[in-house]
């Protein structure tokens, strides 16, 4: 039995599919491929790339601002999360399975410092997910802007 157990959850985790194991859903991500450009004129300037990152909310927590009145900026926020960032291919896989996502994270932003982008005009950027209309979508904040209300996702 505990063979069979081995190569489900193998095969699962082979195939990228989210799996549940001991009632936690546990999803591999390759953090080795080109992160996505959602904007043709935007170019990557930085990105950790992390081979295989194994999701669940074991792997992940959320750093926040010492403040929600606190406010910062992009560049020094994103200093601050250098330590163990999340790849941008982390919020693409979790847009396309937001059932991995915990609900106590719908009231942030959600910040993946892992992956740094550039705009035609030399802004740097990071991109985002955020909780809005009813499900997860993606959004960007510059490195310039003030941040508040926001987390970054780092690996455990």
Same mark, same amino acid.
């Given at each position: 039995?505990?063979?069979?157990?081995?190569?489900?959850? /193998?095969?699962?985790?082979?195939? *990228?599919?989210?799996?549940?194991?001991?009632?936690?859903?546990?999803? +591999?991500?390759?953090?080795?491929?080109?992160?996505?450009?959602?904007?043709?004129?935007? +170019?990557? /300037?930085?990105?950790?790339?992390? @081979?295989?990152?194994?999701?669940?909310?074991?792997?992940?927590? /959320?750093?926040?601002?010492?403040?929600?009145?606190?406010?910062? +900026?992009?560049?020094?926020?994103?200093?601050?999360?250098?330590? *163990?960032?999340?790849?941008?291919?982390?919020?693409?896989?979790? /847009?396309?399975?937001?059932?991995?996502?915990?609900?106590?994270?719908?009231? +942030?932003?959600?910040?993946?410092?892992?992956?740094?982008? @550039?705009?035609?005009?030399?802004?740097?950027?990071?991109?985002?997910?955020?909780?809005?209309? @009813? *499900?997860?979508?993606?959004?960007?904040?510059?490195?310039?802007?003030?941040?508040?209300?926001?987390?970054?996702?780092?690996?455990?």
């Amino acid at each position: 039995m505990k063979r069979l157990w081995l190569l489900c959850l /193998l095969i699962g985790l082979a195939l *990228s599919m989210p799996i549940i194991v001991s009632g936690q859903k546990i999803a +591999k991500i390759d953090c080795n491929s080109p992160a996505y450009l959602p904007d043709p004129s935007w +170019k990557v /300037l930085d990105d950790s790339q992390a @081979g295989t990152f194994i999701f669940n909310q074991a792997t992940v927590r /959320l750093i926040t601002l010492t403040s929600p009145r606190s406010q910062e +900026k992009g560049e020094i926020f994103g200093e601050k999360m250098k330590l *163990s960032p999340c790849h941008a291919n982390v919020l693409d896989y979790l /847009l396309a399975h937001q059932e991995l996502i915990p609900e106590s994270w719908r009231d +942030k932003i959600i910040i993946f410092t892992g992956t740094v982008y @550039g705009d035609p005009a030399g802004n740097r950027l990071f991109r985002t997910m955020i909780y809005w209309n @009813g *499900s997860w979508d993606w959004s960007r904040c510059y490195f310039e802007e003030l941040y508040e209300n926001c987390a970054a996702i780092v690996a455990n």
